[in-house]
């Protein structure tokens, strides 16, 4: 039971590269958010998806755009990056009416340079 | 949005319990309070949540004051895996996804 898998685990860019971040879940889950961490903070909201086919902005979305492919996946994606974009990247999951338990992928390292 | 305050860091003696505090003044009737802890170079991991009783789980213990301005994570026995950073979370917009908004957390070390 894998959980939420991440893809890449590390990533390096060059500003004004655009990349993807690819997440799955197999847990059947209806909701799934996309967060970043920046050393020594919290984690801060980028954009979530409370279902299939809905997108919603979170606390920090300019520079971002997202895709709810299909139940399982859920990808964030930089158009143009830029070094203020360096951060761990979180996607998490969860069962839409179970008072948000989220299940929290690995992270992917993203270094713009 | 109703903001939670916790202390920055705490510090405990290993087996000894540990009380984390919260405070959260403005919540709303239909906040949920949630805990989360994240271990160094891992994603958060749920731990316990309440909305007003309190409550109990192999984790750990949640226990919320009668007015619901405030609530305390208790860890009955720390150990040196739960050192580690502790958010206190309100769930907004429940209905709409169970989006959470993290705050700065407080960090806590066990000494051994």
């Known amino acids: 039971n894998a959980g939420v898998t991440q893809t890449p685990k590390f990533q390096v860019l060059k500003t004004g590269q655009s990349m993807t971040l690819q997440c799955a879940q197999d847990?059947?889950?209806?909701?799934m958010y996309w967060y970043r961490q920046d050393p020594g903070m919290g984690l801060r909201l980028i954009y979530y998806?409370?279902?299939?086919?809905?997108?919603d902005k979170g606390e920090v979305p300019n520079g971002y755009n997202v895709s709810r492919l299909n139940k399982r996946e859920f990808s964030l994606r930089l158009e143009s990056a830029a070094p203020s974009q360096t951060s761990v990247y979180f996607c998490?999951?969860?069962?839409?009416?179970?008072?948000?338990?989220?299940?929290f992928g690995e992270g992917s390292r993203l270094t713009v340079l | 949005d109703a903001k939670t305050t916790q202390p920055n860091s705490m510090e405990s003696n290993e087996e000894e319990p540990v009380h984390l505090p919260c405070n959260h003044s403005?919540?709303?009737?239909?906040?949920?309070i949630h805990w989360y802890r994240q271990l160094p170079s891992q994603g958060p991991e749920y731990v316990i949540h309440g909305l007003t009783s309190n409550v109990n789980n192999r984790m750990a213990s949640l226990a919320i004051a009668e007015d619901r301005k405030s609530s305390t994570l208790i860890l009955h026995r720390a150990t040196l895996r739960d050192a580690a950073v502790y958010y206190c979370i309100l769930s907004y917009l429940y209905n709409q996804g169970g989006k959470l908004i993290f705050g700065q957390g407080t960090e806590l070390s066990v000494k051994p």
């Open positions: 998490a999951s969860s069962a839409i009416r179970t008072a948000g338990e989220l299940f």
């Open positions: 998806s409370a279902s299939e086919g809905t997108t």
């Open positions: 403005t919540i709303s009737g239909t906040d949920y």
């Open positions: 847990m059947n889950h209806n909701s």
